[in-house]
Nanobody, 124 residues
Framework: QVQLAESGGGLVQAGGSLRLSCAAS????????MGWFRQAPGKEREFVGY????????TYGDSVKGRFTISRDNVKNTVYLQMNSLKPEDTAVYYC?????????????????WGQGTQVTVSS
């Protein structure tokens, strides 16, 4: 079973950048499609993007496309979420998730493993 731990969250001004990390342990990281989701208070968990286990193809949600970039390092067993041009509406708890040899999905229930989340707050 893979365990996930996010880090890198914090407070940033609008227009700024943050890079989140998600370290994986206990599984063969290279076999997992890795997703990022976020959840703001009172809202449902929202798809941010994913990176495929094979080939490293990425897909993003419309609200972050062109501003956020997902990458992975299979040697360090870590996936990253680079967030640029941040907006106050990006404020949320950000979660990484893993899908074993997954084809990639925007659906929360398609991911079997989740981290504890990291808070990102963007001030205006």
């Amino acid at each position: 079973q893979v365990q996930l731990a996010e880090s890198g969250g914090g407070l940033v001004q609008a227009g700024g950048s943050l890079r989140l990390s998600c370290a994986a342990s206990g599984g063969t990281f290279s076999l997992y499609t890795m997703g990022w989701f976020r959840q703001a208070p009172g809202k449902e968990r929202e798809f941010v993007g994913y990176i495929m286990w094979r080939g490293g193809t990425t897909t993003y949600g419309d609200s972050v496309k062109g501003r956020f970039t997902i990458s992975r390092d299979n040697v360090k067993n870590t996936v990253y979420l680079q967030m640029n041009s941040l907006k106050p509406e990006d404020t949320a708890v950000y979660y990484c998730a893993a899908q074993l040899t997954g084809s990639g999905s925007r659906v929360v229930s398609d991911y079997g493993h989740w981290g504890q989340g990291t808070q990102v707050t963007v001030s205006s």
